[in-house]
């Protein structure tokens, strides 16, 4: 099992920036990615931005030039720098991992919130 804590969410003002970090922690054998969810009120979960074991990224249309993913794989850490944050950036942000031997299983964080109000 792996279990993953994220830190970092809270209140920001429009055009302000987060950090947000997610350890996993528990019985890790290979990590294959990295990702952050988000979801706001009353709508669908979606991807945020994904980074594999070896670096690749991926991100949302609506994050990019706005976010960075990166990852310490000494730490299994994964960070999001959040800037020039909307307030459609509001929702409560998810960690995502795939781990395992031979082949990946996926787990959750228990979510964090981001909220971007005056």
């Known amino acids: 099992q792996v279990q993953l804590v994220e830190s970092g969410g809270g209140l920001v003002q429009p055009g302000g920036s987060l950090r947000l970090s997610c350890v996993a922690s528990g019985s890790i054998f290979s990590i294959y990615f990295m990702a952050w969810y988000r979801q706001a009120l009353g709508k669908e979960r979606e991807l945020v931005a994904r980074i594999n074991s070896g670096g690749s990224t991926n991100y949302a249309d609506f994050v990019k030039g706005r976010f960075t993913i990166s990852r310490d794989n000494s730490k299994n850490t994964v960070y999001l720098q959040m800037n020039s944050l909307k307030p459609e950036d509001t929702a409560v942000y998810y960690c995502?991992?795939?781990?395992?031997?031979?082949?990946?299983?996926?787990?959750w964080g228990q979510g964090t919130q981001v909220t971007v109000s005056s």
């Open positions: 995502n991992v795939a781990e395992g031997r031979f082949g990946p299983n996926y787990y």
